[in-house]
């Protein structure tokens, strides 16, 4: 007697967002199933890699991904380079030198970063925040006025400014919303509700429902994401519909697994090693758990991952 | 199917003779319907009601034992596909690869990186705990049995990856009483490979070429009365793979076919060939997603530390919170004259703001007392880090080990400020950021 194989199937289906222009564009969500069954039912849009870049430069990366960007001077030279990167899909810069508690950089001075960006590369982008609520408003504002028609992804919308954000962003400059919350289902419903509240379209909302470093609380990660699917596909909830955009590098690189030097740690081995699984193994287990897009900075890193997503499709 | 406590009392004797310790047949049955009592433990009921009853309110995935002693570990038992469902009961074992293919040198080699992954996080032993031991087509018995003794040496449970049942009988001969895995049952060789696995006393791993070749061996072992499997579901690549190891364990979780109710073996050795990170990943994947064993070309603490990190979350009771042990923990080589900063034993907790400060570069003793595994907050309103309870503390034994008399507790418990200064004579209270993140500015300006 046979297995008897009862495929699992959803009428609901995860909302399908395009992001950039013209011929270069990349399509996130529209699948019905849990990610990669695809022996449920094909997999509409597979999940994508960006390649995370800062306005600080270069400073912060790791040694592999440092040479990997040797001979870039310019932050057009950087988006260049990342845009070509092998496996990478987008281009999401990081807008950390605003934080008012570093650099602080002006938000003129920030702008002027992203038009160098969006003037390099044709690819799709992912414009993220400061990660401060106040600066983020006024800034990412300014972002998606910058960036009108380009069809980017504002990311960092958040409860405390989805207004400011959101409005300059879904409904002013017809960007892309990317709302974000804190590992929690309920908080990313309700500030997708308020998002739509606002006028937005839904199908103009990406989600981040926030992650964490593989061993650091991850289990919140894994179950918010699980219950979000399956709220989304199984419950039809179109307030959960939206695609996940998972910012991976921001979370893992600063862990000591990640960071402590091999001087420190001479047991743990070669830095840059750890750093590239640490990064990997979290964004395996986001596009497990249901992230349709993962932002990753080292090169290696976004080579693995995009091989295992093919290799899944 | 589990049966209701009406259709389990159809089946009992109906004499409320009591001897089961319930007052009434029907109580009884209510209770072995809701799993609190076996079946077995009616004096009355007859075989076949047993028989018939043990099968439909067994649980859908066996728990299969593999290992002696210390070394002894419980696989599958899962009762739901999701993690908040319920919880996960049988964390993922890793595995690595050995083989007869390899020359000596690279056996060393492997032989003497395994045993450096060895520490301790939250509590929890992390080790390489299984070896993988393979026989290439083309090895002889007495190569192999060689092998399999070399690898016994580590004193880890193997799983031994043959499928000639005469070189796996010499090979077992070796090792049969660490209770090793046979893995390698398929459908031409599954009889020969019963009766060597039997006879050992040890575990079958049963293999084919889809999943219905797996299901009618897995049948066919059944009716010889073997019910100690493991299924192995490595399929030709990482697709046919990922789709086995789901619909194994959907099979027997969500559709209740036990025919598929067992653990299961992933091996990435021949899925990610010769690539180290793609491995990474396919390791975090299958651990996500049912692999109960996973066998890897290589487990450095590379691979070892996120992996463990992501096994420790992801099989956590997600009723229960992770607790850090009580103590001083001494950061960025901390003496008795540094700082003292306080927080709660809530895992989480602990290492996002303990990561913070070994980032500040400033000395630092942390001190952590019991909080019940609470967050800042929710511990502070169930009167579980309190002013009574963090000067107690302090008083036994932050006291007499630590010169320092600066203690910097959480901002999201400024509130307890007053009360320490009240109950802690000799001491300055500094109120310190209310998240993590503000943690390097706020020792720096400090200092």
Not at chain 1, 129 to 135: A, L, S
Not at chain 1, 255 to 277: F, H, L, N, T, Y
Not at chain 2, 176 to 198: Q, R
Request: glycine residues 8%; charged residues 20%; hydrophobic residues 45%.
């Amino acid at each position: 007697m046979p297995f008897n194989q009862k495929p699992q199937k959803f009428n609901a289906k995860i909302n399908t967002v395009t992001i950039g222009t013209g011929d270069k564009t990349v399509t996130l969500g529209g699948n019905s199933t849990f990610p990669f069954y695809t022996f449920d039912a094909p997999t509409v849009n597979t999940p994508k890699v960006g390649v995370e870049i800062s306005d600080l430069g270069l400073e912060a990366l790791p040694e592999g991904a440092k040479a990997y960007y040797e001979g870039c001077t310019t932050m057009a030279d950087i988006a260049k380079k990342a845009a070509a990167m092998e496996g990478a899909d987008f281009v999401a810069l990081v807008l950390e030198g605003g934080d008012p508690n570093g650099e602080d950089k002006p938000v003129e001075d920030l702008i002027a970063v992203v038009k160098e960006v969006a003037d390099a590369v044709d690819c799709p982008l992912v414009v993220e925040g400061c990660k401060n609520v106040e600066k983020d408003s006024t800034l990412l504002a300014k972002v998606a006025e910058a960036l009108q028609g380009r069809n980017v992804v504002v990311m960092s919308e958040k409860e405390e400014n989805y207004k400011a954000v959101g409005a300059a962003a879904g409904l002013a400059y017809n960007q892309i919303v990317g709302a974000e919350s804190a590992v929690d289902i309920n908080l990313a419903k309700q500030l997708n509700v308020v998002t739509t509240q606002l006028g937005i379209n839904a199908q103009n909302i990406v989600m981040n429902v926030g992650t964490a470093c593989a061993g650091y609380g991850y289990e919140y990660v894994v179950s918010t994401m699980d219950r979000i699917k399956g709220a989304a596909l199984g419950q039809n909830d179109n307030m959960l519909q939206m695609p996940i955009i998972t910012p991976v590098a921001s979370e893992t690189w600063g862990v000591k697994e990640a960071s402590a030097s091999e001087a420190d740690m001479p047991e743990w081995g070669p830095q840059d090693e750890r750093g590239i699984d640490m990064e990997v193994m979290t964004a395996a287990a986001d596009l497990a758990s249901g992230s349709d897009a993962v932002i990753l900075r080292h090169p290696q890193s976004v080579a693995a991952v995009s091989k295992m997503i093919k290799a899944l499709a | 199917m589990a049966l209701s406590g009406i259709q389990i009392f159809k089946l009992t004797p109906k004499k409320n003779c009591k001897e089961c310790g319930c007052p009434t047949c029907m109580a009884f049955s209510m209770k072995v319907a809701q799993g609190a009592m076996k079946i077995e433990q009616c004096p009355h009921m007859s075989d076949e009601a047993i028989a018939s009853l043990s099968e439909a309110t067994a649980p859908p995935m066996k728990t299969i034992k593999i290992g002696a002693g210390s070394e002894e570990f419980s696989l599958g038992g899962e009762t739901v596909m999701f993690r908040h469902e319920k919880t996960y009961v049988s964390k993922t074992r890793y595995a690595v690869n050995l083989c007869t293919c390899m020359d000596e040198a690279a056996v060393d080699a492997k032989l003497a990186e395994i045993p450096k992954v060895d520490y301790e996080r939250i509590g929890e032993r992390m080790y390489v705990e299984l070896v993988n031991v393979k026989c290439a087509e083309g090895a002889d018995a007495a190569a192999y049995t060689a092998l399999v003794q070399k690898a016994a040496g580590l004193g880890r449970t193997m799983i031994l990856e043959c499928s000639d049942p005469e070189i796996a009988k010499a090979a077992l001969e070796v090792c049969k009483d660490s209770k090793p895995v046979l893995n390698g049952a398929n459908p031409s060789n599954y009889e020969a490979m019963n009766a060597v696995a039997t006879a050992a006393g040890v575990v079958l791993g049963v293999t084919g070429a889809d999943l219905n070749e797996r299901y009618d061996t897995v049948a066919a072992l059944e009716k010889l009365g073997n019910k100690n499997l493991v299924i192995d579901v490595t399929g030709a690549d990482v697709k046919e793979t990922f789709a086995n190891a789901v619909l194994v364990r959907r099979a027997a979780i969500k559709d209740q076919d036990r025919t598929f109710g067992y653990p299961s073996i992933v091996n990435l050795v021949a899925l990610a060939k010769g690539d180290l990170h793609l491995q990474a990943a396919l390791a975090s994947l299958f651990t996500m997603k049912y692999g109960s064993i996973i066998v890897m070309e290589q487990l450095t603490y590379a691979e070892a530390l996120p992996l463990y990190g992501l096994r420790q979350n992801v099989f956590t009771d997600p009723q229960k919170p992770m607790k850090v042990e009580t103590g001083i923990y001494p950061i960025n080589g901390a003496d008795e004259n540094s700082i003292v900063l306080t927080t709660v034993d809530f895992a989480l907790t602990y290492f996002v703001a303990s990561g913070e400060m070994e980032r500040s570069g400033v000395p630092i003793n942390l001190v952590i007392s019991d909080a019940g595994g609470l967050s800042v907050l929710t511990s502070w309103a169930a009167g579980k880090f309190s002013g009574t309870t963090i000067s107690k503390y302090i008083i036994e034994n932050v006291e007499p080990k630590v010169k320092c008399r600066k203690l910097v507790i959480p901002g999201k418990v400024a509130v307890l400020k007053g009360d320490l200064e009240a109950k802690l004579p000799g001491w300055e209270i500094i109120v310190g950021p209310r998240e993590a993140v503000q943690l390097v500015k706020f020792l720096k300006d400090l200092q």
